[in-house]
């Protein structure tokens, strides 16, 4: 196998990236950079044994060390990567920004929670006019459901001094649709919001397979 230091410049890696710019290099190419020069291979290697990059975001690093040349700073840096990638997506929603619809809320969770195998819960705490000030995923489940006390939401609401709130989960499954389980918990948590003077103005259910809002079902 012939060094990547020795292959024709226009072929490196690197060299690609700062002439072209990331849009046209393959999921390997960019891959072997974040591993470090020399590593096309290992990074073939490793998208091969994970089933692509879906498989890679989902891999932990003692799952990353299993692969031929990936030791424990290859899989230290390649998770920090995908976890860094999971933050951008979530950067999309900022303090300040305006919740208009449940697509913002769809669009700001949907690659955050792609490769999460579990149910997680999220609020988004809302100013008077509807402007975040926080985003907080409060609980974790398992790969069907997912266990929220109404407190978990509320202590969050309070502490940041919120008139409103959006609640929203995720559906590994990839079907969106409500359970009977989120009408029971958007009906609490309905009940809650009210006794405090909060509004909850949407339950949205996200997934690969698009969204649900239980506002525009009807629900709230």
Same mark, same amino acid.
């Given at each position: 196998?012939?060094?990547?230091?020795?292959?024709?410049?226009?072929?490196?890696?690197?060299?690609?990236?700062?002439?072209?710019?990331?849009?046209?290099?393959?999921?390997?190419?960019?891959?072997?950079?974040?591993?470090?020069?020399?590593?096309?291979?290992?990074?073939? =290697?490793?998208?091969? +044994?994970?089933?692509?990059?879906? %498989?890679?975001?989902?891999?932990?690093?003692?799952?990353?060390?299993?692969?031929?040349? $990936?030791?424990?700073?290859?899989?230290?840096?390649?998770?920090?990567?995908?976890?860094? =990638?999971?933050?951008?997506?979530?950067? =999309?929603? #900022?303090?300040?920004?305006? $919740?208009?619809?449940?697509?913002?809320?769809?669009?700001?969770?949907?690659?955050?929670?792609?490769?999460?195998?579990?149910?997680?819960?999220?609020? $988004?705490?809302?100013?008077?006019?509807?402007?975040?000030?926080?985003?907080?995923?409060?609980?974790?489940?398992? =790969?069907?459901?997912?266990?929220?006390?109404?407190?978990?939401?509320?202590?969050?609401?309070?502490? +940041?001094?919120?008139?409103?709130?959006?609640?929203?989960?995720?559906?590994?499954?990839?079907?969106? +649709?409500? /359970?009977?389980?989120?009408?029971? #918990?958007?009906?609490?948590?309905?009940? %809650?919001?009210? #006794?405090?003077?909060?509004? #909850?103005?949407?339950?949205?259910?996200?997934?690969?397979? %698009?969204?649900? /809002?239980?506002?525009?079902?009807?629900?709230?």
């Amino acid at each position: 196998m012939t060094p990547v230091h020795r292959w024709p410049a226009s072929e490196r890696p690197r060299e690609r990236l700062l002439a072209q710019g990331p849009e046209g290099m393959s999921d390997g190419e960019l891959l072997a950079l974040v591993l470090g020069c020399g590593s096309l291979e290992a990074a073939r =290697a490793l998208l091969a +044994e994970l089933g692509g990059l879906r %498989g890679l975001a989902r891999a932990r690093p003692g799952e990353l060390m299993r692969v031929p040349g $990936i030791g424990a700073a290859r899989a230290c840096a390649l998770a920090a990567s995908v976890e860094l =990638a999971r933050r951008l997506e979530s950067v =999309a929603l #900022l303090r300040g920004d305006p $919740i208009g619809c449940a697509e913002d809320v769809h669009r700001a969770l949907r690659r955050r929670v792609a490769a999460v195998e579990q149910e997680t819960f999220w609020l $988004i705490a809302l100013d008077g006019r509807h402007r975040v000030l926080a985003l907080r995923q409060v609980a974790q489940g398992g =790969a069907t459901s997912v266990e929220v006390h109404p407190r978990q939401v509320f202590d969050v609401v309070l502490r +940041e001094g919120a008139s409103a709130l959006v609640v929203a989960h995720n559906h590994p499954s990839g079907d969106p +649709e409500p /359970s009977a389980q989120d009408r029971e #918990l958007t009906n609490r948590l309905r009940q %809650g919001a009210e #006794l405090l003077g909060l509004r #909850l103005l949407d339950h949205v259910v996200t997934a690969s397979g %698009g969204f649900v /809002s239980l506002a525009a079902r009807g629900l709230l």
